[in-house]
């Protein structure tokens, strides 16, 4: 699968090369986040009203449809949970991680004035939103970076904290 290391960075700093490393980042921290993940791990809630990690799994998923989609000009259309119940935790992991790659690829190379043709469409019941690509940074970018920070949280918690040799400075795990 994708990320087990960050990819060798581009050339140059296009616009569109830094949102793809931005995803790569990304990736990479995902995907060391949720490796080795227990049955444990996934049914963890740090509260009774918070979301366990097997929804926060699922909730970087659709954030991981909603980055796809956008680098493609597709609409978002909102995931009901009929639409996720034949997915289980490995297949959630494995279409993230290809959702961020496919992503990160669309993106590359993009210039600037590439990146303003983009907009975020997200449907709804009957809703439809449209944003500027930047809303793409604050929003689903940063939102997957936060909640892939809490999956490190909450399995430290539960006693099985990532590998201590995932350093995500250089993108690499030291050997």
């Known amino acids: ?18 949102i793809s490393r931005l995803i790569d980042g990304l990736g990479y921290r995902y995907y060391w986040a949720t490796e080795n993940l227990t049955k444990t791990d996934l049914q963890y809630k740090p509260s009774i009203e918070g979301f366990s990690t097997y929804k926060t799994i699922e909730h970087i998923y659709w954030l991981s449809i909603m980055i796809t989609n956008t680098a493609q000009n597709l609409p978002s259309i909102r995931l009901t949970p009929a639409d996720l119940s034949p997915l289980n935790f490995d297949i959630l992991r494995k279409k993230t991680l290809y959702n961020l790659k496919k992503a990160s690829e669309l993106y590359a190379q993009n210039t600037k004035d590439d990146m303003n043709n983009y907009m975020i469409v997200i449907q709804s019941d009957g809703y439809k939103g449209e944003f500027p690509f930047w809303h793409m940074i604050n929003g689903p970018i ?22 201590p040799k995932v350093n995500v400075f250089t993108g690499k795990a030291r050997g």
């Open 142 to 163: 940063s939102d997957a970076l936060y909640h892939t920070g809490q999956i490190v949280s909450f399995r430290r918690t539960t006693g099985n904290p990532i590998n």
């Open 1 to 18: 699968m994708p990320y087990q290391q960050i990819p060798e960075y581009p050339e140059n700093y296009s616009s569109g090369n830094i």
